[in-house]
């Protein structure tokens, strides 16, 4: 690689931060149970009608490699996060060292008694669990095996072939994996412990010719360690220079409303951005479009929507969330029809009660989800999706373009955005003409925009093929998500151009 440059993150140690003696990474390797039961007593005596412990040690390295430079950090992070309800009101701190857990237990209860006034925060129930897991499939080399020097290698060959691709300009690749154990503990008897790895690649390629400039990226994420990696690493170099060539190559679209064929990868992206996000139960008590709409259609009756986190190997699967709660197949849309949300424990007991007084038919949904996750033991869970996907259906490619004289075929995302409104604006990287009922000219730096319920009340066809992407979300916190879906044949919209 020419003229490489590495930089490592000053303060740190290669892969190790230093350890005090009495520090919590010291003692997580270790049982821990009865130390957090001892401190759950504390915390009960003390006031907190329920509390919850949540230690992590988790082993990190982040690289990010950008026009010829690669900046590296490595450690390990470990600490408690510590949530205690009183009065209503949640109170949190979060602590690293092992003598300071009973002075964040008070801290927690007083951060919980210090607007005064009672609060409205109650728990829906959820079991009594007991259990020590394993996410995802079996590890095949765990990514802390993998020494820094062997992982920046690898993406500066990524770097490399992407480079000598004709046309490609600049790369940036950013690199992360995450291993380690989460230990939970509550004060209704609850003890689980859960080991998690996370390996997670995004390349995004600039090309140029003439005047033309154009964008590109592709996603790698794996739960299975860093050989599934690297036997995906490969084909997404593949698809994103051919996918470079081809923007490069082609036209800009027609500006206008179409019908178009949209592909799994932009499915996932618009039922996690313009659906998913207005169906976690905080945002749509704060306002989401759909907030009125509980238990009524709003969907096209050919549309079923999940989010599960039950799904084995897939990124955003997990055996239990943040509270504790097992995670599960929640469907959210069923035959058009808004039939659940997605819950923490608290958000359950509020939507509970909403759909008692709002006479919500019995159909809808109001128990706990498994849906609260944190990025970390020092923030507290709130609720995240974890797979949100459309469920397939049984037309086959050639019975979705049918009929289409004129449209697109929408086939891969670039980012984009969506509002509790309920509007949207995606950018598509992938994209092609459909003519006749068929496939034909490319076309580069296509838009789409509209409104989430409008377009799925347009969907006309569901495809029987289905694909799940991998990807990070944020909320103020990050978190590992999969999406997707099947092809859908949408009857209209608004599609723009450069």
């Not at 490592?8 to 990474?25: A, D, G, I, M």
């Not at 799904?311 to 808004?338: C, H, M, N, V, W």
Request: charged share 25%; with cysteine.
């Amino acid at each position: 690689m020419r003229d490489l440059k590495i930089k490592t993150n000053e303060n740190r140690t290669p892969l190790l931060v230093t350890y005090l003696k009495n520090s919590l990474q010291c003692m997580l390797g270790g049982p821990l149970r009865d130390l957090l039961e001892k401190f759950m007593s504390i915390g009960t005596s003390l006031g907190a009608e329920y509390l919850d412990l949540r230690a992590q040690k988790i082993e990190k390295t982040e690289v990010l490699l950008k026009e010829n430079k690669i900046e590296i950090s490595t450690g390990i992070l470990g600490g408690i996060g510590i949530r205690a309800l009183v009065g209503g009101r949640w109170g949190f701190s979060s602590v690293t060292k092992l003598d300071s857990i009973e002075s964040g237990i008070k801290e927690a209860i007083s951060m919980a008694r210090a607007s005064g006034k009672k609060g409205s925060i109650d728990l829906e129930e959820v079991p009594t669990v007991e259990d020590s897991v394993t996410v995802g499939r079996k590890v095949d080399l765990d990514p802390r095996a993998v020494t820094p020097e062997e992982k920046v290698s690898v993406l500066g060959e990524m770097n490399n072939k992407l480079i000598g691709i004709q046309g490609v300009k600049a790369v940036t690749i950013e690199y992360l994996d995450v291993s380690g154990r989460q230990y939970f503990c509550n004060s209704e008897g609850s003890y689980i412990e859960e080991d998690k790895t996370y390996v997670w690649t995004k390349i995004t390629a600039i090309g140029r010719k003439r005047d033309v400039i154009v964008t590109g990226r592709e996603e790698i994420g794996t739960t299975s360690g860093f050989s599934e990696f690297l036997d995906k690493k490969d084909r997404a170099i593949e698809k994103l220079g051919n996918r470079i060539e081809m923007q490069l190559e082609s036209k800009a679209p027609k500006g206008g409303e179409f019908p178009v064929v949209v592909g799994p990868e932009l499915v996932g992206v618009l039922v996690h951005e313009a659906l998913g996000h207005l169906a976690e139960a905080d945002l749509t008590l704060s306002g989401s479009i759909i907030r009125p709409l509980l238990g009524k259609k709003i969907a096209s009756s050919l549309i079923n929507v999940y989010d599960d986190g039950t799904i084995e190997g897939a990124f955003g699967s997990f055996f239990y969330d943040d509270e504790g709660t097992p995670s599960q197949r929640t469907q959210l849309i069923k035959e058009g029809k808004l039939v659940s949300l997605m819950y923490d424990r608290e958000h359950a007991m509020k939507f509970k009660r909403i759909s008692e007084e709002e006479g919500i038919i019995d159909e809808f949904n109001t128990s706990p989800t498994g849906n609260a996750r944190a990025e970390s033991y020092s923030v507290p869970p709130i609720i995240r999706m974890s797979n949100t996907y459309v469920s397939k259906g049984d037309m086959s490619m050639e019975e979705l373009l049918e009929g289409i004289k004129f449209g697109y075929y929408l086939v891969s995302f670039r980012g984009g955005q969506a509002n509790l409104d309920g509007t949207f604006q995606v950018g598509v990287q992938e994209a092609y003409e459909i003519s006749n009922g068929e496939i034909s000219n490319p076309v580069r730096s296509v838009s789409i925009s509209g409104n989430t319920l409008e377009t799925l009340n347009r969907v006309e066809g569901v495809g029987e093929d289905f694909h799940l992407i991998s990807g990070r979300c944020g909320k103020g916190q990050m978190a590992f998500v999969g999406s997707g879906g099947p092809h859908l044949k949408i009857g209209g919209i608004l599609v723009g151009g450069a």
